[in-house]
C-alpha cells in the first residue's frame, strides 16, 4: 500500500535518483541536451540533501517503506501571483517503475490537502508544453491551463502554467 510521508534527509539519495531517472526518462528530446546531461547524480543527491535539513515541503509517496515518488511545494514563486493566497507545486516526479499506479495521485492530493490546511486558496504547477502525459496527468487531477507559458532558456523549451482552485 502506498503511503505519503514528509521526506527526511535519509531520503536525499533515493529522490535524487527518482529525479535523475525521471528527467532523463522524459525529457530526453524536450529540453537541450546539453542540460539533460548536467543532471546527474552526485549534484541531485548534495542539493536534496542540504534541502531536507531544513524545514520544507517536501512529501514522499513510499511503498514497503521504498521511496517510490516525491512532491515539493511552496507559495507561487510566479510574480503575476503576487498575493500571498496562491501556492505552487515545484516539483512532482515518481519512479518510472511507479508511474501509472496511484502514487503520483496520492502525493498531488496530499499536496493539496497540505496547502489548504496553510490557507491556500489556490495552487499552480508548470510542465513542459511537449510534454504531453504530464497534462493528461494534470487535467485529470483537475488542474487547467490558465494561458500562461514561459520560455525556459536553460531548457530550450516552453512551459504552461496550470492552475486549480482548492
Known sequence: MISIREAIPSDAAEIADIKVSSWHKTYRGLVCD?????????????FWQQLLQQPNHVF???LDDKVIGFVHCCQSRDPANSDDNVG???AIYLSPDHERKGAGSALIQHTEQQLRDQGYGSVTLWALKDNIGAHQFYLRSGYLPDGEEGYR???KATAAR???EL
Not at 34 to 46: D, G, H, W
Open 88 to 90: 505552487e507545486i515545484t
Open 34 to 46: 546539453n542540460f539533460l546531461a548536467s543532471v546527474e547524480i552526485n549534484k541531485t543527491t548534495a
Open 162 to 164: 496550470y492552475r486549480k
Open 60 to 62: 514522499v509517496a513510499t
Open 153 to 155: 532558456k536553460v531548457l
